[in-house]
């Protein structure tokens, strides 16, 4: 009778202390194997978006950004008053302009300009071109479609050759990216995450004249727009990555910038090396004298570099090692090299797994191919991020729905992949201590939500937004 009322005084129901013990003899990696093995996709895809998550460690924020938001901050002159123009036909006018200037390859539609490298073409180039604010349904339909990378014909030639090109100068507009931050910071908290470490560069922007923006101005326009009520008011703890293109003649150069912007700029913690790693030109070893001389003068730089992303066996990844990497970005050959895998089994660095961009970019065949099972199983630390998921029509909620359905994941697991998202964060010490509890917090409150009430009684159930990827993939979603 004590009891009761004691219940009743905390505003709780009968059914509730029911539910309560219902929730103590069973736990809840049992409840989670009995609901996946009887959950249809959409209600695990509920059950996924609606739980709380760590952090996403590896996305490249131009690469993230949907094509519709792209296209509504291209037109919104207000807040940056640059003029957008992208390809509509072609003329025969190739090597009429400047190389300089010249946008390339030249046969490729959507290409997408500012109005100042418009002006510095030939008039036959000229002509090829049609403002944004001009396009018909269709041609706007075209131009998110040469973003998105969801035919079967298309695929790594495709991602690194055509569409980062036709996203041309919008990737140069720091009031856009600094915009497109803030969504995409949106749309990561509500699928439930605390953590973001996105690879934001801030080298290679321009003004409305063409005038190179400097680095300390393109941080204080996204520093400006991070702080604002509706960002703060998210709770997403954020650090970013200055990110450099490996194979370039000058990647030292830019690697030492890099540098002197990440001792300058207090939330860009760490440097990455993206690009392709076929191309021989970035090789990791090319740049070890490199890091050995910035780290003699910079303390407290992390590293996070792509190394292993590649369908065949070589040593970049232990190479990159050398190179001081704190973590490796993809890391999927590196069952391939026994050694390097047998010194990352339980730690200190962390693999960050793209199950959907190794898959589109043609890394693996299928996802039953990919290593991320062993990874995680034989104990390296491993944690699901999305890469590119602008380009891909995808979310971490369809990272984690892709390693559920195919490698059946515990539980246990699932938890650890978030807990590793923030072990791994480049954060201070008491932040991630701060990242940890308000994680195990939410996540006991969801099992105990979820235990007690079951997926069809959720409040969430049926809002889970479902995009392009799982659409095509899996019988999820509503036909039109
Ligand atoms: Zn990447």
């Not at 953590?195 to 326009?221: C, F, H, K, N, S």
């Amino acid at each position: 009778m004590r009891v009761v009322q004691c219940i009743r005084l905390l505003g709780l129901s009968m059914a509730v202390l029911l539910s309560q013990s219902a929730f103590s003899s069973e736990s809840f990696n049992d409840w989670f194997d009995r609901f996946k093995d009887t959950a249809t996709d959409a209600e695990l895809h509920e059950f996924l978006y609606a739980m709380p998550k760590g952090g996403d460690l590896h996305q490249h924020l131009s690469g993230s950004i949907f094509p519709e938001w792209w296209w509504r901050l291209a037109l919104r002159r207000d807040a940056h008053g640059i003029e957008y123009y992208a390809k509509t036909q072609i003329n025969d006018c190739s090597d009429t302009s400047p190389s300089a200037i010249r946008p390339a390859p030249y046969a490729l539609l959507y290409q997408t300009i500012a109005r100042h490298r418009l002006e510095a073409l030939s008039d036959c180039e000229r002509s090829e071109f049609l403002p944004l604010r001009e396009f018909s349904e269709s041609q706007q339909t075209a131009w998110m479609n040469g973003i998105w990378l969801d035919k079967p014909s298309e695929g790594r030639e495709a991602f690194f050759e055509t569409h980062w090109q036709r996203l041309g100068d919008l990737t140069a507009n720091p009031w856009i990216i600094a915009e497109a931050l803030a969504l995409h910071m949106k749309a990561f908290a509500a699928e439930g995450l605390i953590y973001l470490e996105p690879q934001v560069t801030l080298m290679g922007y321009l003004d409305i004249d063409g005038r190179a923006v400097p680095p300390e101005d393109v941080a204080a326009v996204i520093r400006k727009r991070v702080t604002q009520p509706d960002v703060l008011a998210l709770n997403l703890t954020i650090r970013f990555q200055q990110a450099v293109l490996r194979f370039l003649p000058d990647a030292e150069s830019k690697i030492a910038e890099a540098y002197r912007i990440a001792s300058r700029e207090s939330e860009w913690v760490a440097i990455n090396l993206v690009g392709r790693e076929d191309d021989e030109r970035g090789h990791p070893k090319r740049f070890l004298e490199t890091f050995r001389t910035l780290r003699r003068t910079h303390p407290g730089i992390h590293l996070s570099i792509h190394a292993g992303e590649s369908e065949f066996a070589n040593n970049n990844i232990r190479d990159t090692l050398l190179l001081g990497a704190d973590r490796i970005g993809h890391g999927l050959n590196l069952l391939s090299d026994p050694d390097t895998l047998r010194s990352m089994r339980f730690g200190p660095h962390l693999v960050e797994i793209n199950l959907i961009s190794n898959l589109l970019l043609e890394y693996v065949e299928t996802f039953d191919h990919h290593p991320f099972p062993e990874l995680l199983r034989i104990g390296v630390p491993v944690a699901l991020s999305t890469d590119d998921r602008g380009m891909w029509d995808s979310s971490m909620t369809d990272e984690y729905f892709v390693a559920v359905k195919t490698f059946q994941l515990s539980w246990a697991e699932i938890k650890r992949l978030s807990e590793n998202s923030l072990r791994f964060a480049f954060v201070e010490e008491p932040v991630r201590q701060a990242l940890l509890a308000d994680y195990a917090q939410k996540i006991k409150a969801f099992e105990f939500k979820w235990q007690m009430q079951g997926a069809g009684l959720s409040e969430s159930a049926g809002v889970s937004p479902k995009r392009g990827f799982v659409c095509r993939k899996y019988a999820l979603c509503a036909l039109p």
